[in-house]
């Protein structure tokens, strides 16, 4: 496994230390879980939930009882300014 | 000092002493104090999730199990430490100090809601509210010598949960006895418009069942768990907990499962990928800190989940995970078949010591070896304290039932209760 790759892929900041190991606890849960190949699952179709719904739909109405003002949605936010939440910049002046 | 700052000091159980309100509402809870695990959220008090990450966030909405407590009356005490995220089975995963089991202090309580077992053991509350993904509530419950139940998928509304892996998430209720359990249960099943998972099944009156008599049961012993890697003390309790069901006048049959055996490899692909994606929100833009603060267990959750769901690895774990998770609801429907609930241990091995798995984390993976199949069928589970090893360590073990069977299940527990005490001893700290 490709311990940079996998971290970058969940924007995950890891210092060259935890890198290091990562790489040998990430192995080592893989080797834990590398058992299921030995289960015959030909044919068998993958089960991703278990309610026997699907297709839960309400109906498209505002409920007040469940909206946010705009000071309760910034009220968390590490950094607010005139009603925005503030994010890092992602696209460098040319 | 209270008995809560006591328990606090000595254990770590509270992330966030709440100071009791006077109920606006008077129902079938009234009187009754609770705790709930720190990854429910309740508006204007804080909700950490046991993480760095949110250790400043204050909530702006509550949720739905929460306003259903209150409005049946019963009061908040605490916000309790756990493994952060749910991640782990000892809560020593947390930014919070390591959660100790009241019945020996340099010993764990168990996870990943090791907090609120340990206030219910204690006597700070006379129940509290879990969350139960792969053994959280139940080995908790198993280590601290209390009853925890484990519902049905969608039997209680995951509105306002923090989600750690969305399609094995529970909520359920922690007491000292089984009764208590089905007064608590009875409040918070139920449909939640709020959570599209939740179950439209009718719930039943469990305090009307509770008391039924079990001639009728059989209950089964999946022959494969009860072999070489079964601490003897644990299987000595259980098998004396089997005596006490046959003077119930239940009969005892032998199944077997030998798929059992693959839960904690399916579940540690399945859990890590979901909790990979759930996790993804805290960005630290809109609330909480950066992911930097995410805590070694979870970022190596985060990057297991993340490689079995990316390109050229999917087929070969996760969706070979979910293959094997349809084989596990065949294996439960043939065992049910020949017997109404399976008995089994809760763990392998009582409490282990704090810090055991420092050097290996990938070892307390497997302090879930019974716990972590349940989940991904949605089947129920009761944990229930069946004696103490030499040492005095409690020992739990649990009952699983088919979906929607936690009536049955609080009944069998209740019954075993009036024929024991393990449930209503109390630590001394």
Redesign the interface.
Known sequence: ?D?KH??K??????TTD?EK??QK??V???D??????K?D?KN????????G?AN?F?EDIIEPE?V?TQK??L????QSHNGY????RILDEV | MTLIEEVSAKTNAFITVVSPEKPKNSGPLSGKTFVLKDSYVTEGIKTTAASKVLENYIPQYSATVYKRLIDAGATLVGKMNMDAWGHGATSENTDFGVVKNPWDLTRVAGGSGGGAAVAVATGCADFAIGEDTGGSIRTPAAWCGITGLKVTYGRVSRYGCIAYASSFDTVGPTARAAKECAQVLQVIAGKDPYDATSSPHPVPNYLESINRPLNDLVIGLPKEIFGEGLDKEIKTAIDQAVEIFKKLGVSVNEVSMPLLDYGVSAYYIIAPSETSSNLARYDGIRFGNGRSRFTSETKRRIMTGTYTLSAGYYDAYYKKAQQVRTLFIREYQKALSQCNILLMPVTPFPPTRIGEFVDDPVQSYLVDVFTTTQNPVGVPALALPCGFTKSNLPIGMQIVGPMFSEDRLLNIGHQYQRATNWHLQVPKL
């Open positions: 496994m311990v996998v971290a892929l969940a924007n995950l900041p890891l935890e190991m990562f606890q990430l080592s849960i893989l834990l879980v590398e058992k299921l190949k289960v699952t068998v179709s993958p089960t991703s939930q278990v309610t719904q839960v309400r469940r946010l309760e949605a009220s968390n936010a590490p939440f503030v994010v890092p």
